[in-house]
């Protein structure tokens, strides 16, 4: 067996997690994709549709297609931004908050059953190397350019 790298043990982890969410998904009538959209949407006031993208790491354009299909599905609304006569914030429906209640549960669960075989320690040094990984990314201290 090769060497497992950082890269392979996040892709393959994070790809195994994308699965079970939409196999569980399924069983609500929803995706992976529109159950974390539901759960970034502020479920009292609404979020600018502009901040969403960012905050989910998306990009405009997949961000539309999901907030295209889950407002057909009746999950949410789009209202003029009274702070911003040009923008849009995007509010949940009743609809919408049942399901963002449930793709809550089901992140929740998750996070339950990790809890349960993973000790506090281990978990700590999880995320203290998650956040070494995304600072140095953010600081731009893996590619380092120079010049010639």
């Given at each position: 067996?090769?060497?497992?790298?950082?890269?392979?043990?996040?892709?393959?982890?994070?790809?195994?997690?994308?699965?079970?969410?939409?196999?569980?998904?399924?069983?609500?009538?929803?995706?992976?994709?529109?159950?974390?959209?539901?759960?970034?949407?502020?479920?009292?006031?609404?979020?600018?549709?502009?901040?969403?993208?960012?905050?989910?790491?998306?990009?405009?354009?997949?961000?539309?297609?999901?907030?295209?299909?889950?407002?057909?599905?009746?999950?949410?609304?789009?209202?003029?931004?009274?702070?911003?006569?040009?923008?849009?914030?995007?509010?949940?429906?009743?609809?919408?908050?049942?399901?963002?209640?449930?793709?809550?549960?089901?992140?929740?669960?998750?996070?339950?059953?990790?809890?349960?075989?993973v000790s506090d320690g281990d978990l700590a040094g999880f995320f203290k190397t998650m956040e070494v990984i995304n600072k140095l990314i953010s600081d731009?201290?893996?590619?380092?350019?120079?010049?010639?």
């Open positions: 067996m090769k060497d497992l790298t950082i890269d392979y043990a996040l892709r393959a982890t994070w790809q195994a997690v994308i699965k079970m969410y939409n196999e569980e998904a399924k069983n609500y009538g929803v995706t992976m994709a529109i159950g974390f959209t539901l759960l970034s949407i502020d479920p009292k006031g609404g979020t600018p549709s502009t901040a969403l993208g960012p905050k989910m790491g998306m990009e405009a354009t997949s961000l539309s297609r999901i907030l295209k299909n889950i407002e057909e599905r009746g999950y949410i609304q789009r209202k003029p931004n009274p702070n911003d006569g040009r923008g849009v914030l995007i509010h949940l429906t009743p609809l919408g908050l049942e399901k963002r209640k449930e793709s809550k549960d089901v992140v929740l669960r998750f996070n339950d059953v990790v809890k349960e075989h731009k201290k893996v590619y380092i350019k120079t010049t010639k």
